[in-house]
């Protein structure tokens, strides 16, 4: 057994944990070099209320594409529900980075109205340096789009709303 005092990596922990609540972040990964061979490697997350990311979302995208606002932000005034609720909700299945774009400067997969088929590519998440291509779960049109492009996704927040 070690005779290392760990008071400093406790310290070290708690301070990123401030650093998360302070900055609103999701998640901070961190590696903690001690010597050649020793290494303290630290993830500290937190789990979002599904209910704010949409509102979290909507409003950069207002700002990013004016011509889609009107599209996203009306219905999201119009309906008081929780997204994630909705019965058409495709929701994430992991945590990462979301792109609607298969890369930048190209178009989106899908936007508001278009009719998309069960395993059509709706956007990619970016998990550990790895693309994920997520497929629409059904048949349906696209009725809502609740997250930007580059945005962060938690696991089961909302994406998007399907008729």
Do not use: C, H
Not at 72 to 78: E, G, H, K, Q, R
Not at 79 to 85: I, L, V, W
Not at 96 to 109: I, R
């Amino acid at each position: 057994m070690s005779d290392k005092d760990f008071s400093s990596d406790v310290a070290f922990i708690e301070a990123l944990a401030e650093m998360l609540r302070k900055n609103d972040l999701s998640e901070i990964e961190v590696r903690r070099e001690y010597g050649e061979d020793t290494a303290l490697d630290v993830r500290v997350a937190r789990t979002m209320q599904a209910s704010s990311v949409p509102v979290q979302m909507a409003a950069p995208v207002a700002q990013a594409a004016p011509a889609v606002a009107a599209a996203v932000t009306a219905p999201v005034a119009a309906e008081s529900s929780d997204p994630a609720q909705d019965p058409g909700a495709v929701t994430s299945p992991m945590v990462g980075t979301a792109y609607l774009q298969p890369e930048p400067g190209k178009p989106s997969f899908v936007a508001i109205g278009d009719t998309v088929k069960e395993g059509q590519t709706l956007l990619i998440i970016e998990a550990m340096k790895t693309m994920n291509q997520i497929p629409s779960p059904r048949d349906g049109t696209i009725k809502r789009i609740l997250v930007e492009d580059g945005a962060p996704v938690e696991f089961g927040a909302p994406l998007f709303v399907l008729d």
